[in-house]
């Protein structure tokens, strides 16, 4: 049987980020179409859809390849900061889905939580 425990996340810090959470997350990856890709990326530089999707040509343009990940330099940055102690985390997010992902239901909901589990 699993044993859940707690973990210290990693979230954003929107006040250095410079944008509310709306501004900076992205809907699940498998949701994300092109267009919707190119718009998440125009609506802000730390939006997570550079992590979850990055796009090769943009990362070699920005020098984000290598050695030092996007995810290192935003911790380093102070964009991403880890939580100060282990919880668990929930969450719940709701989204509308592009034209290709429409049917039957143009409406998202996912509601997840998050716990290390051994």
């Known amino acids: 049987m699993p044993v859940f425990s707690p973990f210290a996340g990693v979230r954003y810090d929107c006040a250095t980020a410079g944008a509310e959470l709306g501004r ?5 990856y ?13 609506a802000h530089p730390h939006n997570s859809v550079r992590l979850i999707l990055p796009r090769d040509e943009h990362a070699k343009a920005t020098g984000t390849t290598g050695p030092r990940p996007r995810s ?7 964009v991403l900061v880890r939580d100060p102690a282990p919880r668990f985390y929930a969450y ?3 989204f509308t889905r592009t034209r290709r992902h ?11 939580g998050a716990a290390r589990a051994r």
């Open 24 to 28: 900076l997350a992205a809907p699940p």
């Open 30 to 42: 498998d949701v994300v179409d092109d267009d919707e890709h190119a718009a998440l990326e125009a």
């Open 72 to 78: 290192r330099r935003w911790c380093e940055e102070g």
């Open 92 to 94: 719940r997010m709701e």
């Open 102 to 112: 429409a049917a039957p239901h143009p409406r998202g909901d996912r509601r997840a």
